[in-house]
């Protein structure tokens, strides 16, 4: 059957699951795609241009939101950070799913655009802010000083939690899982995701008809 794809936002404090929950949904179903997102910050070890991020200058990241080539843009620990808008607008209209990895003010711009009715939003809070820290620091990837700055930008985060559809705590992370699966697959059957219902309604009317 036809349908639109969802806009799967995905929000946290830094630490508490985004990137490993997205790579098990995407892991679960290969056709979610993710919305690869335009960068001011440097690439870290390891990171692709195109494939993480698309790393851009500060000019350069400017010149696409004067274009209006961005569905939602902030500025993040010091860096922008935006999400393009032309592949969000194909893969919604090709029926497939894409997700975001955003903060909270990308959320709200992405709630208040034109695909706000195509969005699924889904906030992630750690079951402590000790335990929150504690992965932090065994993620391995940040210096003790960036840990504690993303600390800090965290209780701004989290105090975001009530504008999402979802809110899940993550503490089993299958569970968390499980839970994020559950609900795209629910938001997968709206009415409004499934435009291939006018058709069969139509259809439907017409045998009631032909009983005449
Ligand atoms: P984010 O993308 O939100 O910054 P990550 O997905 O990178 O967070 O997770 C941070 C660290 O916590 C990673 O090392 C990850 O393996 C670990 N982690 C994520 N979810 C859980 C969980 N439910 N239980 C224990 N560790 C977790
Ligand atoms: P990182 O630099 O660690 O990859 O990401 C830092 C923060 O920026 C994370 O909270 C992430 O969700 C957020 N972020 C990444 N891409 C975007 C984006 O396109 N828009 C917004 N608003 N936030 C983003």
């Given amino acids: 059957m036809q ?11 830094s630490g508490a699951g985004k990137s ?14 993710f919305s690869v997102s335009a960068t001011t ?8 241009d195109g ?15 004067a274009a209006g080539e961005m569905l939602e843009h902030a500025e993040v620990f010091g860096n922008l950070y935006g999400s393009p808008l032309a592949p969000v607008e194909e893969a919604v209209a090709g029926g497939a799913d894409i997700l975001f990895d955003i903060d909270w003010q990308g959320g709200q711009q992405v709630r208040n655009s034109a695909l706000a009715e195509d969005v699924v939003s889904i906030f992630l809070l750690p079951p402590s802010i000790a335990e929150l820290e504690r992965r932090l620091i065994a993620r391995g990837q940040d210096s003790a000083e960036t840990v504690a700055g993303r600390m800090q930008k965290s209780k701004d985060e989290i105090s975001h939690w009530a504008e999402y559809d979802y809110v899940l705590v993550n503490d089993d992370l299958d569970a968390t899982e499980e839970a994020v699966r559950t609900i795209v697959r629910a938001s997968r059957l709206r009415r409004r995701q499934q435009t291939g219902l006018n058709d069969r309604l139509r259809a439907l009317f017409a045998e009631f008809e032909a009983r005449k």
């Avoid at 349908?3 to 404090?13: A, T, V």
């Avoid at 490993?20 to 795609?33: F, N, Q």
């Fill in 51 to 65: 494939r993480e991020y698309y790393f851009r200058t500060r000019d350069e990241f400017q010149e696409m939101v």
């Fill in 41 to 48: 910050r440097a690439p870290r070890p390891g990171e692709e």
């Fill in 20 to 33: 490993t929950i997205a790579k098990r949904l995407r892991a679960w179903d290969p056709e979610i795609r």
């Fill in 3 to 13: 349908r639109r794809g969802l806009l799967i936002i995905l929000s946290s404090p």
